[in-house]
């Protein structure tokens, strides 16, 4: 007797089919829920009905974890082409239409998050039929979504390491140390590198990009760092700062958020001189709202950037007051590099 044969394209939607894509890529129902902006019993559902469809489980949870079985591995390859094939068709009717429509898809890591809405506010002024949307996280989770090719572009401090990218840099980032007002070392002039060593230290937490770049001039330096406390949010590092526990450093980006009054010190190899960067995948085609912007970054929205943050005032003692307590408006950004 002949076996039915499965046919997907009518007993399964293409809603079903990004559900599972999604799953398979993030690894968890939950996230993918997330992702989606569905609820879990809804990809619960979705997940059911298309492995009812194939006649073959598509996932193995085992303990907390969910595994492809071996028709989920080959479904996920499929899925990937065919969505791959889709996402090319969009960008080929959008390059048709150019910048009437479209859609912008950009990920950025959370020390940019003041600037970067910002820009893509002004790119949108100038075009808006695209639909552009903005996912701002931690640098880890921004690698993440680089890697599974989640975004059109990407905004890191530095560069990602062994990631075959093309990283544009777009405009200064650079990092200033600071302490509370009052401390030892502000108002002073020239301060040796060395004495940083001599105090308490706050530190981001290990990966960011801030810390790399510090870490790596104080090992050229021989100075070691007496790292108090790890945390997490530049805020609460600025706040750290100004309530006397430590001394720290942060992209000068930071200040303009508001927050506590902090003093930036004249220390030797400050600032340390880096840059903001545009990333994408190596041989990624951009679609024409993705080169836009790109180009919108590398002129007007440089400019537009800089001239918010570029000129951050200081006091004669080398405190600068970034709350109520300051008599103006802050300028603008923060987050983690």
């Not at 989770?141 to 777009?170: C, H, K, M, T, W």
């Not at 903001?276 to 951009?286: D, H, R, T």
């Not at 400019?303 to 005032?313: D, Q």
Request: glycine letters at 10%.
């Amino acid at each position: 007797m002949e076996r039915p044969t499965m046919n997907l394209r009518r007993h399964a939607s293409l809603r079903q089919l990004e559900v599972f894509e999604a799953i398979a890529r993030l690894g968890s129902f939950k996230r993918a829920a997330q992702t989606l902006h569905v609820t879990q019993p809804t990809v619960s559902m979705q997940i059911r009905k298309l492995s009812e469809a194939v006649g073959m489980p598509l996932f193995e949870q085992v303990g907390k974890r969910v595994y492809l079985t071996d028709a989920g591995r080959s479904l996920y390859e499929s899925c990937r082409e065919m969505f791959g094939s889709l996402e090319r068709f969009e960008m080929d009717v959008a390059n048709m239409k150019g910048l009437t429509q479209g859609r912008l898809r950009l990920g950025v890591v959370t020390t940019a998050k003041y600037f970067a809405p910002r820009l893509l506010g002004g790119f949108c002024e100038r075009y808006p039929g695209v639909d552009a949307s903005l996912k701002v996280t931690n640098r880890e989770r921004v690698l993440e979504r680089l890697q599974s090719n989640e975004d059109d572009l990407y905004i890191f401090g530095q560069p990602p390491a062994g990631v075959d990218v093309e990283a544009v840099p777009f405009l200064r980032n650079p990092l200033v140390a600071l302490a509370p007002p009052g401390h030892p070392l502000a108002g002073r002039a020239g301060v040796p590198l060395a004495e940083l060593g001599e105090y308490p230290f706050l530190a981001r937490e290990p990966g960011s990009g801030t810390r790399l770049a510090v870490e790596r001039l104080c090992d050229e330096h021989g100075v070691t760092l007496r790292v108090r406390m790890e945390l997490g949010s530049n805020e609460a590092i600025k706040q750290s700062v100004a309530a006397g526990m430590g001394v720290s450093v942060l992209s000068e980006h930071t200040l303009a958020g508001g927050g506590e009054e902090v003093a930036v010190l004249d220390l030797e190899g400050f600032p340390i001189e880096r840059h903001w960067y545009l990333v994408y995948p190596a041989g990624k085609q951009l679609s024409v709202a993705a080169r836009a912007f790109m180009d919108y970054l590398l002129a007007e929205g440089a400019r537009m950037a800089e001239s918010g943050v570029s000129e951050i005032p200081r006091s004669p003692q080398g405190g600068w007051p970034v709350g109520p307590a300051a008599d103006r408006e802050p300028p603008g950004p923060e987050g983690r590099s």
